[in-house]
């Protein structure tokens, strides 16, 4: 074979060689290795082919499997995350409702330390309001002026022995004390009483006991202007003290005495309106708060005649009007005690007789102080 000759084999061996080389190179990479053909292919132009769509396709399948794969963990994630969440919400509604129910077991704890009981409030307020009474009367000028005081001890004298001892209760006094008790007929006579039952009352002197007693009119309704209401009030009253004597009170007495009270009110309200009194000044308004207190003691009397129609009410069975022997201030208050009565504010001018029976309650009540458990403080004695 000749130099020619193996040039060409040799060139002929390097072609099919090359191509060899090529097939194997499109069968080993398909997917990298584009065949002929240049087409648009998924908006730009590139070499493709149908394998080149199932290589795609395993490899969005692969990206599938390992997305899917991924998702499921970040999803247990996810509910290992949500466990814990709500696992920390019932922790924190457990603790809420125990720190609630702490809380409430705290605040009635310290309420309940608080918490003073009736009786034992009563009586811490009965020992200060005595001590005052006691040690500084001259604090409590007002309070006995208009009676108040007076009943504080009366009611803590109708807590002792005194309210059931038996009907004479002269006989555990010395002769000295009931002496230095006694009180004066012009003291007893000053003394008004009252009988309370609910929103009406019987007012009345102790030494008379009949109510509605028309002895006394405040100032202003004892203006000449008034006078023809006043007579014609004293009328009607007295046609129902007639009625009473007779054993029973009419309704028709019982309304013309209401019809009466209510013209004398009536008159006296348009006469003296709100507008006047505050230009008239401090004194003009003083005696028409006396006037209307006055006229509205007369309504609730009225009242309390209209809800019983009893005529034992000016009977005088409220009058406290004993023996010489018996006109001492023990007897006084077992009457009051035993009858449901308390001391009424006194008319004007007839004050000092509410200052001498309250000196005589207090140096009466010091004998019974001692005894006396309603106004001993819980507290003090425990300590």
């Known amino acids: 074979m000749n130099r020619r000759t193996k040039f060409v084999c040799i060139f002929l061996c390097g072609i099919l060689c090359r191509e060899d080389f090529a097939n194997a190179q499109r069968v080993v990479v398909p997917s990298i290795q584009y065949p002929r053909g240049y087409r648009r292919y998924h908006g730009h132009?590139?070499?493709?082919?149908?394998?080149?769509?199932?290589?795609?396709?395993?490899?969005?399948?692969?990206?599938?499997?390992?997305s899917t794969g991924k998702a499921a963990v970040d999803f247990a994630a996810a509910r290992r995350i949500r466990a814990d969440a709500v696992r920390a919400e019932l922790k924190n509604s457990v603790e809420r409702t125990w720190s609630y129910w702490q809380r409430r077991e705290i605040i009635e704890t310290e309420l309940a330390k608080r918490k003073i009981d009736v009786a034992a409030r009563r009586k811490r307020i009965s020992g200060r309001t005595w001590e005052k009474l006691k040690l500084h009367p001259d604090l409590s000028r007002i309070q006995i002026a208009n009676g108040a005081a007076l009943n504080f001890l009366m009611y803590r004298l109708s807590a002792t022995a005194l309210a059931w001892d038996p009907a004479d209760p002269t006989d555990q006094f010395d002769s000295a004390v009931l002496e230095y008790l006694r009180m004066d007929p012009d003291v007893l006579h000053k003394l008004r009483l009252q009988q309370t039952a609910g929103t009406s009352s019987f007012v009345f002197r102790a030494d008379e006991g009949v109510p509605l007693k028309m002895d006394w009119w405040p100032y202003l309704l004892r203006r000449d202007e008034f006078a023809a209401l006043r007579e014609n009030f004293v009328a009607k009253r007295q046609a129902v003290i007639d009625d009473a004597a007779d054993g029973e009170i009419t309704v028709a007495s019982l309304e013309a005495l209401e019809l009466a009270s209510v013209d004398l009110s009536t008159k006296f309200r348009e006469r003296y309106n709100r507008f006047r009194r505050l230009a008239e000044g401090v004194a003009s308004y003083r005696e028409a708060k006396d006037a209307e207190n006055f006229l509205r003691s007369m309504d609730l009397e009225i009242a309390r005649l209209q809800r019983t129609g009893d005529a034992t009410a000016f009977d005088q069975s409220l009058r406290f009007a004993p023996d010489e022997s018996e006109r001492h201030l023990p007897a006084l208050v077992a009457f009051m005690a035993r009858n449901g009565l308390k001391f009424a504010p006194p008319q004007p001018g007839e004050e000092s007789a509410y200052f001498t029976t309250f000196q005589l309650l207090r140096d009466f009540y010091l004998a019974y102080e001692d005894d006396d458990e309603g106004i001993k403080d819980p507290k003090a004695e425990k300590a």
């Not at 199932?54 to 390992?66: F, M, T």
């Open 45 to 66: 132009y590139g070499w493709h082919s149908p394998g080149t769509a199932l290589s795609a396709r395993v490899h969005a399948q692969a990206d599938v499997i390992r």
